[in-house]
């Protein structure tokens, strides 16, 4: 499997490709990073170093790569955090290109925006052009529940309106939405579930939550998921895998007391996940 990977990178920590690119190579995907930043770390420190990477730059890597005649072979686009608009457009241009190289590639889209804690995070205009022009050319979207509402104007807050405006955010343009977060209130205290809905049913998994926030595990999340799926075609393996591999990532990165993920000490997560949660069919 090749996936063309557009995202930031930092070098101190993992985000963005920093986080997504090892996890994918360790379970045998070839991936083809682009950046769309080259900071010195993520910005949830409140200082960073180094460039914006202009769209038009970003574009023309991805047309040096399209001139090595790779296009054929990738199975994926990837996409996450968007910094500009024009990365944006960037993005569906390398989208609409591969498509037309390889017809049965698929792109899968993580619409970062906010979360319910914070809010949204990015620039005002970027959730708009996510809604109205990225998510309905996507295959895949992996919203968190306040990223979800967003997208669809609606408001879930339980099972079923969760179910709803996946649906809704299917209705958009994509067959499979992965909900990384759902809060409803008839779960257990202390537990953090996710939500897969495609053409085939919904699944849910339920894993303890682990009090604390770390930055990089929505896009590992994201990486994994769609590369499980994509090898699969079985959203309920592939839900399940990923929420095992992402659980002992960060139960390992809580135990260390760091604040960056211990990406490269969970390796053997990814490659050979414990499978420890089960996943349930909720339709």
Known sequence: MKILSIQSAVAYGHVGNSAAVFPLQRIGVEVLPVYTVNFSNHTGYGAWRGPLIPPADVAE?????????????IDVVLSGYQGSEGIGEVILDAVARVKAANPSAVYACDPVMGNAASGCFVAPAIPVLLRERVVPHADIITPNQFELGFLTGTEPSDLDSTLASADRARAMGPRTVLVTSVDRPDAPADTLEMLAVTDDGAWIVQTPRIPMKANGSGDVTAALFTAHLRESGDAAAALARTASSVFD???????????????VESQEAYAHPRMQFGVERVR
């Open 61 to 73: 890597v991805i047309r040096g790569i399209e001139e090595r005649g790779v296009f054929p072979e």
């Open 249 to 263: 990532l960060l139960q390992n990165t809580f135990e260390s007391g760091q604040r960056e993920l211990r990406l």
